[in-house]
């Protein structure tokens, strides 16, 4: 079936055709994002936080506009704690962590139980248990993907968005995007916020929590410069 949009008569016509596009404009932009908040720890207020210009908090390591790829493409707990490593103690270097760890743990099925206790152990602060929180069986994929589908995030279009920093704690915003069966969702995206702490020379998880809707996270955030 097509439609001619025939122009109206005379200029009341054009006035109620104008309302009417931008209507349908904003419902199909609403269509567009797929909203999830899909992490329910707590997210530690930052003490003595300031706005802070990315990469400049600390100045050990070679520092680079986040890739959301750290660690590399693959989403086990080798890859995050190669990502910790490599991390350095700068906000890009806590931003690439927190994008590491959201491709590593916002996913279905969810993360092997030995994975789990190995990132618990070593990239964890004592402030959560991650451990307990992904044993509770949380629903990553809020409505958005069927049940008995598997899917992963991916930082490929994905943004970061630095919300507090000091030299020894980050928060940032992480925006992905949803594979569902192998397939990059063109439609649907997630926003997490993660805290982060330096401690012992490494940045470690100090916090997480679907803090900002996709739509003003996405707007905002700062493109991923590659992406996985």
Partial sequence: MSAELKPPRGRGGWIILAVIL???????????????????????????????TPGEVGNAGADVQPTGCLGGEARDADMLLSAQRA??????????????????????????????????????????????????????????????????????????????????????????????DGALSPRYVSSVTVALAWDNGQWRIDGFKGTRTTETLFAAGTKFTEGC
């Avoid at 103690?89 to 806590?94: D, I, W």
């Fill in 87 to 180: 991390a350095p103690h700068t906000t890009n270097g806590a931003t690439e962590l927190a994008a590491s760890f959201v491709r590593w743990m916002q996913r279905s099925p969810l993360p092997p139980a030995d994975g789990i206790n190995t990132v618990q152990s070593s990239l964890i602060t004592s402030r959560i248990d991650v451990a307990s929180y992904l044993a509770h069986g949380p629903d990553f994929a809020s409505g958005l993907v069927e049940d008995g589908q598997d899917f992963y995030m991916s930082t490929i279009g994905g943004v970061w968005l630095l919300d507090s920093a000091n030299p020894d704690a980050v928060t940032v915003s992480i925006g992905t995007a949803y594979v569902i």
């Fill in 22 to 52: 931008a209507v349908a404009a904003i419902v199909a932009a609403a269509v567009v994002y797929g909203s999830n908040s899909s992490t329910d720890a707590t997210v530690p207020t930052q003490s003595q936080s300031t706005s802070a």
